[in-house]
């Protein structure tokens, strides 16, 4: 399996960004595709979640009502919609998949992951 990011880069507080994350090598719909975020000297935290074949959704209370995952199966791509970001988005955000349809939080839950891209809010 393997994930590729793209989309990152430099927005001004307010502005609006959209990651997005290409799976490759799946042979099945049972799985998890999440977004991490890390900015330096800091753990890698769980930003948003979504199960491939149902299709629920999972955030962290900091991004709720700003950020939207989505998934297109057609394209094989998971996207992350990112509103109303601040200078406290500012970090590198990595997709990351695991099997079975539960959302975690934890990067140990996670065996996938894409490289990262760089998200950076200017104040």
């Known amino acids: 399996v393997q994930l590729q990011a793209s989309g990152g880069g430099l927005v001004r507080t307010g502005g609006s960004l959209r990651l997005s994350c290409g799976v490759s090598?799946?042979?099945?719909?049972?799985?998890?595709m999440a977004w991490f975020r890390q900015t330096p000297g800091k753990e890698r935290e769980f930003v948003s979640g979504?199960?491939?074949?149902?299709?629920?959704?999972s955030y962290a209370d900091s991004v709720k009502g700003r950020f939207a995952i989505s998934r297109d199966y057609l394209k094989d791509t998971v996207s992350l919609q990112m509103n109303s970001l601040n200078p406290e988005d500012t970090a590198v955000y990595y997709c990351?998949?695991?099997?079975?349809?539960?959302?975690?939080?934890?990067?140990?839950?996670?065996?996938?992951w894409g490289q990262g891209t760089l998200v950076t809010v200017s104040s």
């Open positions: 979504i199960s491939w074949r149902e299709g629920v959704k």
């Open positions: 990351a998949s695991r099997e079975g349809r539960l959302l975690r939080s934890g990067v140990g839950e996670y065996i996938y």
């Open positions: 090598g799946r042979t099945s719909t049972n799985y998890v």
